[in-house]
């Protein structure tokens, strides 16, 4: 599968932006989804992953209650919500997928990566 992500651009503090990752093949549904961020000097680390019938979701601590993950299978896009920005959300967004049916948050999980959307938060 083949991934693309959009979305990233400026935003101000208390801002909002959706990202979007849109999947290429027709096994879209099959594939457990992530996004992960890597902020400049940092480590590549977990946001979001949600399960294939889009029931099962699991936010990262640090984005909890500000973003929200969703997939339309019809659409084969998945999308990260992200209210209430912060400057530390500052980062290059990727999305993920993982050819297994159970979510995960650990990087080796996951199959095939998109080429990343950078974010800029201004204070």
């Known amino acids: 599968v083949q991934l693309q992500a959009s979305g990233g651009g400026l935003a101000q503090a208390g801002s909002s932006l959706r990202l979007s990752c849109a999947a290429s093949g027709r096994t879209f549904s099959t594939y457990v989804m992530g996004w992960f961020r890597q902020a400049p000097g940092k480590e590549r680390e977990f946001v979001a992953t949600?399960?294939?019938?889009?029931?099962?979701?699991y936010h990262a601590d640090s984005v909890k209650g500000r973003f929200a993950i969703s997939r339309d299978n019809a659409k084969n896009t998945v999308f990260l919500q992200m209210n209430n920005l912060k400057p530390e959300d500052t980062a290059v967004y990727y999305c993920a997928a993982r050819s297994a049916a159970v979510p995960a948050i650990y990087q080796a999980a996951y199959d095939y990566w998109g080429q990343g959307t950078l974010v800029t938060v201004s204070s």
């Open positions: 949600i399960s294939q019938s889009n029931n099962n979701t």
